[in-house]
């Protein structure tokens, strides 16, 4: 994993300007990368303000191999205030900030993938899989004891949320996604909530804080997905990629 750690760290130090060096250094140390992931995305992104950027997928069968060349590659957008920084994994911040709730970013840092989510019932996956429809939510609501959950408005009894997001949507953007396991274990209060991979508007549209794509891609990732090889998510600052 220590050839994983340099290469991210010669990313990140390439965003920066020559004094932020040796911050950035400390920052990314602080990273508990997984040793059992066998499938990895990588999304890079050209500078903290950019909306745009580039997901790179990448496979190996064993851990202890490299992971050689991305076996897909495509544009994606992310938040429409770009990217803002995850303070479970950066402890000590000395420039950037940290992300929260409504602040239209994208999370950065490391995160693993739960659930494949869709409106229709869509078989052959190796992911978990849960079908949607207009009575699921995502609540972002921070007072809320379901914050940052998908729930069944109609099984709640006690609704206590008045924001939330309906995963069933008229513009089509979340048939079919993938919730990022982000501000998930446990869930804090204002630090941000509802964070997916899913359909995009297009290309010039950013999100309100996910990693979107076209559909034709959105449909290759969820198909290559494997819970056993135990994906993650990088989405990092890249202004070369």
């Not at 303070?87 to 239209?104: I, M, N, R, W």
């Not at 993938?178 to 010039?204: A, R």
């Not at 135990?230 to 990092?236: A, G, V």
Request: aromatic letters at 12%; proline letters at 4%.
């Amino acid at each position: 994993m220590k050839t994983l750690f340099s290469v991210l760290v010669v990313v990140i130090l390439i965003a920066c300007k020559p004094r932020d060096e040796k911050t950035a250094l400390k920052m990314f140390e602080q990273i508990d990368y997984p040793e059992t992931s066998l499938q990895k995305l990588v999304v890079d992104i050209y500078d903290l303000n950019s909306t745009r950027g580039m997901m790179r997928v990448y496979e190996r069968t064993d851990t202890g191999r490299s992971w050689g060349n991305p076996v897909m590659k495509f544009e994606v957008v992310i938040g429409k205030n770009g990217l803002a920084f995850d303070s479970t994994q950066f402890k000590k911040l000395e420039y950037g900030h940290y992300k929260h709730e409504g602040d239209g970013c994208s999370p950065a840092g490391l995160f693993t993938l739960g659930k494949i989510f869709s409106y229709h019932d869509t078989t052959g996956l190796k992911m978990p899989f849960e079908q949607v429809d207009v009575n699921d939510l995502c609540v972002d609501d921070i007072n809320s004891q379901y914050y940052n959950l998908l729930i069944d408005d109609d099984t709640i009894i006690n609704k206590d949320y008045t924001s939330f997001e309906r995963m069933e949507r008229k513009d089509m953007q979340y048939e079919y996604g993938v919730w990022v396991n982000y501000n998930t274990s446990p869930q804090v209060p204002g630090m941000g909530s509802c964070i997916f991979l899913h359909i995009w508007k297009d290309p010039s549209h950013a999100t309100s804080g996910c990693t979107a794509m076209s559909k034709e891609n959105m449909l290759k990732l969820i198909n290559w997905l494997d819970e056993k090889k135990n994906p993650i998510l990088m989405q990092y600052i890249n202004p070369k990629f």
